[in-house]
């Protein structure tokens, strides 16, 4: 039962992770599994389960799905009434499953139905789709008049899909034209300091826990952002000439050519 719920949300979670996102797309993802999560809160849905994972047991000749030891809880929580004691295993994975629904689309309501999100939705489809908002007066930085200008300039020569992108294109422009997309600059840096999501930074973190470990506590600092260099652009080490950097290495002197050879 498990493995059904864990899959729309590590689905989910690969797509969040993306590094090129738009908070639009991203609120869709969340409401697509929102969507499909109640779907599944049936009666149908759990007795298939259940009889999967009774299937399963049996197959692995496992000992069947059975009533966990229920404690009688004292009478300081229930006072005169009787605990309630669900009949059989099924009725009582029923309600833990129904409960595990119930907290997933409770926490999607938390963490994705926030005024933030929305503001940076409005934001973001300022710049992708050239839709003026009054959110943009919130900002001093932004000039309505002159961003609408600037936006339908930068649409009519060059094309984008994500905010990314469009640092992209401005990151590689000569300064003179630049000057020209002020405004849409502006914009552009509002929205990359707000990061839509913090999967990457949490993959920074969740790298160095596996880099300094107790066993390499006295790693300094140096040598620490060197490794982690190494291992957040490993794509990018992948692809380099490994023969040649030993080549340039050891053609420094000759003591290093008389100890390594040639690779040539």
């Known amino acids: 039962m498990a493995e059904d719920l864990m899959g729309d949300l590590e689905c989910l979670n690969a797509s969040l992770q993306?590094?090129?996102?738009?908070?639009?797309?991203?609120?869709?993802?969340?409401?697509?599994?929102?969507?499909?999560?109640?779907?599944?809160?049936?009666?149908?849905?759990?007795?298939?389960?259940?009889?999967?994972?009774?299937?399963?047991?049996?197959?692995?000749?496992?000992q069947p799905?059975?009533?966990?030891?229920?404690?009688?809880?004292?009478?300081?929580?229930?006072?005169?009434?009787?605990?309630?004691?669900?009949?059989?295993?099924?009725?009582?994975?029923?309600?833990q499953f129904y409960n595990a629904l119930d907290t997933v689309n409770t926490q999607f309501i938390e963490r994705f139905d926030q005024?933030?999100?929305?503001?940076?939705?409005?934001?973001?489809?300022?710049?992708?789709?050239?839709?003026?908002?009054?959110?943009?007066?919130?900002?001093?930085?932004?000039?309505?008049?002159?961003?609408?200008?600037q936006l339908a300039m930068f649409e009519a020569n060059y094309t984008y899909d994500t905010s990314s992108d469009v640092a992209s294109i401005i990151r590689e422009m000569m300064p003179e034209v630049k000057g020209l997309f002020g405004q849409v600059e502006a914009l552009v840096r509002l929205l990359l300091v707000v990061p839509a999501s913090s999967a990457e930074a949490e993959r920074s973190f969740s790298a160095l826990r596996r880099l300094k470990t107790w066993l390499r506590s006295s790693m300094s600092q140096t040598r620490l952002n060197n490794v982690a260099i190494c291992h957040v652009h490993q794509k990018k080490l992948d692809r380099l000439d490994l023969e040649?950097?030993?080549?340039?290495?050891?053609s420094v002197n000759d003591k290093r050519k008389k100890a390594f050879g040639s690779f040539a």
């Open 115 to 149: 005024a933030g999100f929305h503001r940076l939705q409005q934001l973001e489809n300022v710049l992708l789709h050239g839709d003026m908002d009054k959110v943009v007066d919130e900002y001093p930085e932004l000039n309505s008049r002159l961003l609408q200008v």
């Open 244 to 250: 040649g950097i030993c080549q340039s290495f050891i």
């Open 65 to 95: 799905i059975q009533m966990p030891h229920v404690r009688k809880p004292t009478k300081h929580y229930t006072g005169q009434a009787a605990a309630h004691i669900h009949p059989d295993a099924q009725s009582l994975y029923r309600a």
């Open 18 to 62: 993306l590094r090129k996102q738009t908070v639009s797309g991203m609120l869709e993802a969340v409401d697509h599994v929102k969507t499909s999560m109640q779907d599944k809160r049936t009666e149908e849905h759990f007795d298939v389960l259940f009889s999967k994972a009774t299937a399963v047991a049996t197959k692995l000749d496992l």
